[in-house]
């Protein structure tokens, strides 16, 4: 077999992270449209993720957050995301860089993507986030710009195997 020189396989992983930050950066600036909302899986220990020491001790390997209805301050750069959430009432700032990401997942529309995280995002630890309390499960999140809101009751963190059809 040829060696691939060009790395079509780093190039379309690229490509397709970019997807990604489109629609997050379009949810950071309108809020999400209709029944739009996203499954983000993520590894927690990767280079630049920084998450509550609670939260990291909770998912230490991976974390899968929900944003929906209890987001807000919805931040996207060129390399990475940064989001508001509440974990069983209580806020944290989370960051996540798009090497980190494994999956990504609309289930209004059935649309997924999967990534094999880069080398340096799997290799590296954690950073704690610096001023996070940490709770305990990944919430459903709400259109940008909405104020933290009291939890009534805790989401559930769901693997996305849970929505293919078998």
Same mark, same amino acid.
């Given at each position: 077999?040829? +060696?691939?020189?060009?790395?079509?396989?780093?190039?379309?992983?690229?490509?397709?992270?970019?997807?990604?930050?489109q629609v997050l950066a379009d949810a950071a600036e309108h809020g999400?449209?209709?029944?739009?909302?996203?499954?983000? +899986?993520?590894?927690?220990?990767?280079?630049?993720?920084?998450?509550? =020491?609670?939260?990291?001790?909770?998912?230490p390997q991976e974390m899968t957050i929900i944003l929906q209805h209890?987001?807000?301050?919805?931040?996207? +750069?060129?390399?990475?995301?940064?989001?508001g959430l509440s974990f069983n009432g209580i806020p944290e700032r989370?960051?996540?860089?798009?090497?980190?990401?494994?999956?990504?997942?609309?289930?209004?529309?059935?649309?997924?993507?999967?990534?094999? =995280?880069?080398?340096?995002?799997?290799?590296? =630890?954690? +950073?704690?986030?610096?001023?996070?309390?940490?709770?305990?499960?990944?919430?459903?999140?709400?259109?940008?710009?909405?104020?933290?809101?009291?939890?009534?009751?805790?989401?559930?963190?769901?693997?996305?195997?849970?929505?293919?059809?078998?």
């Open positions: 077999m040829a +060696t691939d020189h060009i790395r079509y396989d780093v190039l379309a992983r690229d490509a397709l992270r970019g997807v990604l930050r999400l449209p209709g029944e739009h909302h996203f499954y983000i +899986t993520f590894l927690s220990k990767a280079d630049g993720v920084k998450i509550s =020491p609670r939260l990291l001790s909770q998912y209890q987001f807000w301050d919805l931040v996207v +750069t060129d390399d990475r995301f940064e989001v989370l960051v996540v860089p798009f090497s980190a990401i494994k999956s990504f997942f609309d289930p209004s529309v059935q649309f997924g993507l999967q990534f094999e =995280p880069s080398e340096e995002a799997a290799a590296a =630890p954690a +950073t704690p986030a610096e001023d996070a309390p940490a709770p305990a499960v990944a919430e459903k999140a709400a259109e940008a710009g909405d104020e933290p809101a009291k939890q009534s009751e805790g989401a559930e963190v769901v693997r996305l195997d849970r929505f293919r059809k078998k």
